[in-house]
């Protein structure tokens, strides 16, 4: 055992590194993560923060050891927006949470949710023209938010459900991370902001809704939408009892806000990567007729569209939106040779780590075959981490792996595409790794303007690519 220090980042001057980490975190951490290797140390004033990247030391942090852990109070910039629930909680009511919303992210409940979805990305896909210019990540969002709704609320709260994601539309704009991140500080010294007027408008539309349907759900028999599993459930492991109605309308928040920007961003860097690599698209197209046959995808079809599942694996490697997640150490925790103090944070990037070269040969290339079976049968465990590890996973993964997919699916099957602006860059202004804003992209149909607009059969299967 050894508590000597692991490697730092190298600093022009003094005060360098924290410039650039205020500048532009992401490369700031990957430059870290090339010049420590496996784990290296920022010093921050007393504070010791550690970034790991080697798959086993992440595993350390995230699962094997992480009782010792507790998230870190970056988290609690989103309390004023997400309340106490899954993202933002702690030890037993994180515990108790977990285990009341388990059940609804069953494998089984993914028929219901896969119906949604490809309702969804139907309907999107009858309001596109040949030619058109789209902003590619704003209609992502629009459509992976009604698709979070219509998981969430079921179709007969469909009017509450519009209010509620037309005030969580306008909330969440609101909430950029600079307010988040004032209101977090402010409440440190005992000044309650609850941010604008406008945010504090968008956010009493949005809980009067939620309320409104938390109620008219409890007055109802339990149903398939995920409000009423949560509604209903009961702790039988635990006290036997449910959840109140704030900790349901913090829990209703968290995956509003968790389940739809997520999937949205990496939907949008496959289509770039899609309209960057035009023979890449033109074998998607191919599966996609072969497996489909010009009807519309079912879940039933994710097995054999393969492409389509590693082109969204791909995409999620270089551009997971949850970056980076960091926890604080509760003890001394023994990670490799060094020793974590008590109260110094570690830090675990998936954009990182999912950019080293011995894990992933010219990571920089997006290479979809990396994810044949043959290929990542050497990868080790978490050296690929896009939904976290341990008790702390994301929840929401079984949805985002039937959603992605099927969005693909879906819209790759009429759609071809191509940049109507530069290729992307990443952005991190908001929570998570997203494209720049400014991307747009054009969609030229290549399906028979006789297709069925219900997906459900064509009679005849010629693509048209126009050029
Ligand atoms: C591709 C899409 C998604 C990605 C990449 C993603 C990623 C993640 C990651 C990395 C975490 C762990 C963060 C940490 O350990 O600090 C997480 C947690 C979580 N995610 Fe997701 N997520 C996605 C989609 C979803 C969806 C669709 C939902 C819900 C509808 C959701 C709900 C949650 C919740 C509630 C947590 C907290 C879990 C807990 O701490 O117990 N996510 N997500």
Redesign the pocket.
Known sequence: MTTSLPPSPRSRFPGANLLELVRDSVSFYRRMGRECGDIGVLSIGSRRVYLVTKAEYVQEV?ATQSRKFV?SSA?RVLEPVMGL???TSNGPL?LR??RL?QPA?HRRRMEQYAEVVLRCAANLDRERRSGETIDPYAEMCQLTLRI?GG??FGSDLEREADEALHAADEFFEQCGMNRMRLTAVLSKFGVRYSGGRKMRDARRRLDATIYRMIDRRRSQPEGNDLLSLLVHAIDEDGDGGGMSDQQLRD?VI??LL???E??AS?VTFAWAALAQHPVLQQKLHRELDDVLGGRAPTLDDLPRLELTRRIFQEA?RLY???WI??RMATEPVQIGPYVLPAGSRALAS?YVTHRREDYFPQPDAFDPDRWLPERQAHLPEFAY?????G???????P??MV??PLILATLGQRWRMEFASPPPRETTKTLFLRPDPSLRMRLFSRTPASFDSTGSQRNELKCVLLP
């Open positions: 995230l998230k988290y629930g899954l993202i994180h949470q977990r919303c992210f979070v998981t969430l829990e968290t995956f968790a389940g739809y997520t999937t990496i999620m997971p939106p949850a997640f960091g998936p981490f896009p939904f976290g590890g008790v702390r996973r994301c929840i929401g993964e949805l985002a959603e992605g």
